[in-house]
């Protein structure tokens, strides 16, 4: 070792992490991949490569190879069927940086499993057997790694060695993928395409010799370089308040998680939905208190004014606040058996808040094949479609694409208590907004008597152009 | 300015939001203590997740009966310094009938001994949540089990009917009698726990150093002479030898390494040079193949 082992402590301390996601078909190599970033990042020991050889004779699909994709089938009664059903996590870090990889199958049926793994993933790695292109399930991980909100995307070629490591094909495959993309109108802000034989370990550590026509990195030089930094919302700030610390009469201390942006002490906050605004007093940690804290930071915040604040209430910025409402539009995607009964009323939890739910109309269903609005009724497991939601208590939201912790949320059956379904809000349902009625008090306006009834007239013009129902009281 | 988290500071983080979840969402919940590496570093989580309040539920170790007689004295002592709630169970009646792993064999022992009696202590004091300190790197079985993993009315998992688990949105709904194991160092590696205990100087007990140990050579395993229940013709056997132990559970059934490190540094230097992986120290593993997942189905932790 060149570094002492205090001076690769001190280092390896300082390293972030990254989540990535892994997708692709049964036998485009993707179990392969990760057994090879595993093995070229040393983190198989001897008597897992002895379990391996030995389970490779058995029951492995790579002849008398050793099947790199054994080491992440985990349970028993799959190991036998050759595929991955559920997701699975690996852990692997190199000197730059630590990794947690979420597994999961590319089969159809399983889109619930892929969806769970890429929820908090960082990047997605799709890969795609360079002898077969852009197949239909490219497509479908696709839709998903962005709808997922996810911002970084590696397009792996693989199996590069059974096409002669041809640029030609390359080339070929990455223009009818971002094509596809464009027609799609998916935006990924950070793209790679890499060619790769992940059996042969071509791209995926060093560059390779035999692929002198690429001039990008090696997928695992990229996976160390990324900047994810930025991939956090730190421009608005929202403390879901998880827990209230009461540990003596003198202390009351809000516990969370800051699910996005920046927080000071001396900022004003205000506590939503009740609206009631104070400032912070400290920033408490069993390590001491800090100036300043940032998501995904779990701290506990104090406040210089004894206001009503409990769990499932959020502090924000007086001057950036979520949206507020009863009723929201969001993408759900059906993780159940049971299909969708709409006459249920489901418990909603999003951050620390849980409330009833009523799901009351299902637009239409992507078909995440050809990413084809469809129209449909009910939702079934693995179906993707827009919804209206109408909540019990008022939720406080941002747009999942503005926001992927205060956007989200799962929806869980009252009887069975399975997470039947999870949501990406898009936005405020304004049908809903629109037909309820809103009452203004003209005099608080400043409204003179005199005006009135020009105000109360152009209201009746509003109602009937607009759909927008304001009631006028005039005192 | 550049805001960002180190893993450790960031796995920290969301260990602890999993802490203060189960607090908030549960009736009854307890925080299992193995007495191990890994459970130093969870405790040592809860005590921030509450800070400066105290932690509002109790440590509840399960004991063998077998435990190395260092584990009990570290477990006694830890709780009574950091002002635990600490609850002890153990399955009287197996140990009144002699149950060990000498005579019994290490399967009996354990489904007796650890298994059996963690259910008989979660329904007897009816725990609705309990954390346990797995991590997901340690054996394949576990790298599939979510962080919140569903327990039927019998304290069975269920691998193929797993809930959903997304973003940091935990369903910590059950039905009575039912209950869930929390796993708050699901994302820690074997090198985050060493380096959080370096770094957060949290104490452990000394049988993870490197020491002059009593050690008898059982089917190729170093297994401490700890005590005389060990039987008379192994123990004459015992050599001292500088050993020390990369996980720790019964005496008998727990593995050392010959081993000159003494301080973290050295283990984590050992560790990253080392050929074997942390379980194969464990004899129990090894009884059937898919062991593991068999003894989770079951109700192990």
């Known amino acids: 070792m060149a570094l002492s082992i205090e001076e690769f402590l001190a280092q390896d301390e ?43 004779k058995r029951v492995g699909n790579a002849g008398d190879n050793i099947d790199y994709a054994l080491l992440c089938d985990g349970l028993k009664a799959e190991r036998e069927q050759g595929i991955t059903i559920d997701v699975a996590y690996r852990y692997f870090s190199t000197n730059r940086r630590k990794f947690i990889i979420a597994d999961t199958p590319g089969h159809e049926q399983y889109t619930r499993n892929m969806i769970t793994g890429g929820s908090t993933a960082n990047l997605a790695i799709i890969l795609v057997d360079a002898r077969q292109g852009v197949v239909t399930q490219t497509c479908r991980h696709s839709y998903i790694v962005s709808l997922l909100g996810i911002r970084h995307l590696v397009l792996a070629v693989n199996k590069m060695d059974l096409v002669e490591f041809s640029q030609e094909r390359f080339d070929a495959i990455v223009a009818e993928y971002k094509s596809w993309l464009k027609q799609q109108h998916i935006d990924i802000p950070d793209l790679q395409c890499i060619p790769l034989s992940a059996l042969e370990g071509d791209n995926v550590v060093e560059k390779s010799s035999r692929t002198p026509w690429y001039d990008g990195q090696s997928l695992m030089d990229y996976l160390e370089t990324v900047p994810i930094d930025q991939d956090i919302n730190m421009r608005s700030m929202r403390f879901p308040v998880q827990y209230v610390l009461r540990p003596n009469l003198d202390f009351r201390g809000f516990a969370g998680k800051l699910a996005s942006g920046v927080v000071k002490v001396g900022d004003e906050v205000m506590a939503l939905p009740s609206g009631k605004r104070s400032r912070i007093k400290e920033i408490v940690t069993y390590d001491g208190n800090l100036d300043e804290a940032f998501a995904p930071q779990s701290v506990t915040l104090t406040l210089e004014d004894e206001i009503d604040l409990s769990r499932g209430e959020m502090l924000v910025h007086p001057n950036d606040r979520p949206m507020q409402g009863h009723h929201l539009r969001a993408m759900m995607v059906w993780m159940d058996e049971q299909p969708l009964d709409s006459s249920k009323a489901f418990y909603l939890k999003h951050t620390t808040n ?122 | 300015m550049s805001y960002s988290l180190s893993h450790l500071k960031a796995l920290e983080a969301e260990s602890i939001h999993i802490i203060r979840e189960v607090a908030a969402e549960f009736r009854n919940p307890v925080m299992l203590y193995s007495i191990g590496k890994d459970s130093s570093v969870m405790v040592r989580l809860a005590e921030k997740a509450f800070a400066p309040g105290k932690v509002p539920f109790p440590l509840m170790h399960i004991d063998s009966m077998w435990k190395f007689k260092e584990m009990v004295e570290f477990r006694d002592r830890y709780a009574k310094e950091h002002n635990w709630n ?63 993993s569903f327990r039927n009315e019998f304290q069975q998992w269920d691998p193929k009917n797993q809930r959903p688990e997304l973003w940091d949105i935990y369903n910590t709904r059950i039905n009575a009698g039912e209950s869930i194991r929390v796993f708050p160092l699901s994302n820690w590696t074997e090198l985050d726990v060493w380096q959080y205990i370096r770094m957060e100087n949290i104490p452990i007990v000394p049988l993870y150093y490197a020491k002059e140990r009593p050690i008898v050579e059982i ?22 030898r500088m050993v020390r132990f990369r996980t720790l559970g019964c005496y008998p059934l727990t593995g050392a390494i010959d081993s000159e490190a003494d301080t973290i540094e050295k283990i984590v230097e050992e560790m990253m040079t080392t050929t074997k992986s942390e379980r194969t120290t464990r004899v129990i593993d090894f009884d059937q193949e898919g062991s593991m997942e068999q003894k989770k189905r079951e109700g192990y932790f």
């Not at chain 1, 993707?30 to 379990?51: C, H, M, N, P, V």
Request: charged share 30%; hydrophobic share 40%.
């Open chain 1, 14 to 56: 300082q390293k972030d992490l990254l989540r990535l996601l892994t997708a692709g078909s049964v036998d485009d190599g993707k179990s392969t991949l990760i057994g090879r970033l595993l093995f070229d990042s040393k983190r198989l020991y001897e008597d897992q490569l002895q379990a391996l050889e030995r389970d490779s």
């Open chain 1, 354 to 475: 849980t409330t009833r739910a009523y799901i009351t109309n299902v637009k239409y269903r992507v078909d995440i094949n050809t990413g084809e609005r469809v129209a449909t009724e009910g939702m079934r497991l693995n179906e993707i479609s827009e919804v209206c939601i109408t909540t019990a208590a008022p939720l406080t939201f941002d747009r999942y694409a503005d926001n992927r912790q205060t956007g989200a949320f799962v929806v869980i059956d009252p009887i069975t208590n399975f997470t039947s379904a999870v949501g990406m809000i898009i936005a405020e349902d304004e049908a809903h907004a629109i037909a309820s009625t809103i009452q203004v008090r003209l005099s608080e306006y400043g409204i003179a008597p005199e005006a009135w009834s020009i105000v109360e007239h152009f209201c009746e013009e509003l109602r009937q152009r607009a759909g927008i129902n304001i009631e006028c009281i005039k005192e």
């Open chain 2, 86 to 148: 600490l609850i002890v169970e153990y399955n009287k009646k197996a140990y009144e009938e002699g149950v060990g792993p000498f005579t019994h064999g290490s399967k009996v022992h354990t489904d007796l001994m650890k298994t059996q009696a963690l259910l008989m202590a979660l329904k007897k004091h009816g725990f609705d949540a309990a954390f346990g300190g797995a991590r997901r790197d340690e054996e394949k079985s576990r790298a599939k089990e979510r962080i919140f």
């Open chain 2, 219 to 240: 089917d190729g395993n170093l297994i401490m002479a700890d005590d005389d229940r060990m039987p008379e013709e192994l123990r004459r056997q015992a050599k001292m």
